[in-house]
T-cell receptor, first 114, second 116 residues
Framework: DQQVKQNSPSLSVQEGRISILNCDYT??????FLWYKKYPAEGPTFLIS?????DKNEDGRFTVFLNKSAKHLSLHIVPSQPGDSAVYFC?????????????FGKGTHLIIQP | GAVVSQHPSRVICKSGTSVKIECRSL??????MFWYRQFPKQSLMLMAT?????????EQGVEKDKFLINHASLTLSTLTVTSAHPEDSSFYIC????????????FGSGTRLTVV
């Protein structure tokens, strides 16, 4: 049972345009969400996160939006750059205050075309 | 920033042998570390939570006797894949929680295990 879903295995975007990566979750116990960027044979690199008490968090070119009622979040990258080409994972943490492991989606392969 | 060092980066072993993977926090103390496994084109699946000085907590479906976790110090956690089989071939990644940062999960660079 996939509790965090990234339904687009890949996404192709032209350089300079906006990239929008989507993520849906089913577990209402998730209260913190993170986005990671990953290259093959490397560990994930943290990009941005958002708490369930917020609906938006922005950091430079990256903005994450959370729609709690729809159990949906999205990552916006603008403007998209060639170096953004990678696999992006959405991850979620259960509420409870302790240090819990993360639940990941399957990832979306973002390809930025020149 | 917080760095997690994971070794080896890749290992090839014969079926039936055991392999140890190390995960070290270089500039911080990691009371809790996590071990994940990733199969090709799949998500990272949490295998276990490693707590310093106590037994690891395993996720459902993960064999604790096969995947031995030791977290003997605040900077080192090890995962030993015992009696490895080809189906254990995967990408294993560790992660540590950085104290003092809200849910700051830092990941190691991963280990590609191939069992032949």
């Amino acid at each position: 049972d996939q509790q965090v879903k990234q339904n687009s295995p890949s996404l192709s975007v032209q350089e300079g345009r906006i990239s929008i990566l989507n993520c849906d979750y089913t577990n209402s116990m998730f209260d913190y969400f993170l986005w990671y960027k990953k290259y093959p044979a490397e560990g994930p690199t943290f990009l941005i996160s958002i708490s369930s008490i917020k609906d938006k968090n922005e950091d430079g070119r990256f903005t994450v939006f959370l729609n709690k009622s729809a159990k949906h979040l999205s990552l916006h990258i603008v403007p998209s750059q060639p170096g953004d080409s990678a696999v992006y994972f959405c991850a979620a943490k259960r509420s409870g205050g302790g240090a819990d492991g993360l639940t990941f989606g399957k990832g979306t392969h973002l390809i930025i075309q020149p | 920033g917080a760095v997690v060092s994971q070794h080896p980066s890749r290992v090839i072993c014969k079926s039936g042998t055991s392999v140890k993977i190390e995960c070290r926090s270089l500039d911080f103390q990691a009371t809790t570390m996590f071990w994940y496994r990733q199969f090709p084109k799949q998500s990272l699946m949490l295998m276990a939570t490693s707590n310093e000085g106590s037994k690891a907590t395993y996720e459902q479906g993960v064999e604790k006797d096969k995947f031995l976790i030791n977290h003997a110090s605040l900077t080192l956690s090890t995962l030993t894949v015992t009696s490895a089989h080809p189906e254990d071939s995967s990408f294993y990644i560790c992660s540590a929680v950085v104290r003092g940062r809200d849910y700051g999960y830092t990941f190691g660079s991963g280990t590609r295990l191939t069992v032949v």
